[in-house]
């Protein structure tokens, strides 16, 4: 009697081990999808402020001087010297 309640014991341990072996596990698994995804988050956080920097800097003169320069355009009493070759 004592014998079969003892292998009880001792299964019902074993059982219980491999299961927080387990939890344990997933647990750390979790904990590295949080650590991956905090990352990420911070990321992104980073990505908007760059966007709405840019988005205010685009409706700035300055950006839309910039712009017309690109495409060569100028203001109507500038002038151009260009070198010769």
Do not use: H
Not at 53 to 70: F, G, L, N, P, V
């Amino acid at each position: 009697m004592i014998l079969a309640i003892s292998f009880v014991v001792i299964l019902f341990c074993i059982v219980m081990g491999a299961q927080m072996i387990k939890k344990y596990s997933t647990l750390r698994d979790l904990q590295e999808q949080e650590s991956k995804l905090a990352k990420q988050y911070q990321s992104e956080l980073e990505l908007s402020k760059e966007l709405k920097d840019q988005e205010a800097y685009i409706k700035t003169d300055d950006y839309i001087e910039e712009m017309a320069r690109k495409l060569g355009l100028l203001y109507p009493d500038e002038v151009i010297f260009k070198p010769e070759n």
